[in-house]
Nanobody, 114 residues
């Protein structure tokens, strides 16, 4: 059983917003991250958040995306605003003891039209 399950992807027009969720089951991770992989490109880091709530972001999403965490729900969220076509990708949730992912979710598709 995959311990990380993402939801909330979809289709949105440029300038719009989407919110992603990731629920962990059976495991508690010190650090949880969002990664994404666009068609024909390598997977890239988006944001991470520690159990303390300290977060960090990839430069291109700073000011537009916000990662949050609910330790009681064992979940993280990604609020994505002002989306543009370059944000189109499969978004993955990860978990681990450090910022190096140990477990990956199955991914959720985000498509932004121009």
């Amino acid at each position: 059983q995959v311990p990380l399950v993402e939801s909330g992807g979809g289709f949105v027009q440029s300038g719009g917003s989407l919110s992603l969720s990731c629920h962990a089951s059976g495991m508690i991770f010190s650090v949880m991250c969002w990664y994404r992989q666009a068609p024909g490109k390598e997977r890239e880091f988006v944001a991470h958040i520690r159990s303390t709530g300290v977060a960090d972001y990839e430069d291109s999403v700073k000011g537009r995306f916000r990662i949050s965490r609910d330790n009681d729900e064992n979940a993280i969220y990604l609020q994505m605003n002002d989306l543009n076509p370059d944000d189109t990708a499969v978004y993955y949730c990860t978990g681990g003891l450090t910022t190096e992912p140990e477990y990956w979710g199955q991914g959720t598709q985000v498509t932004v039209s121009s």
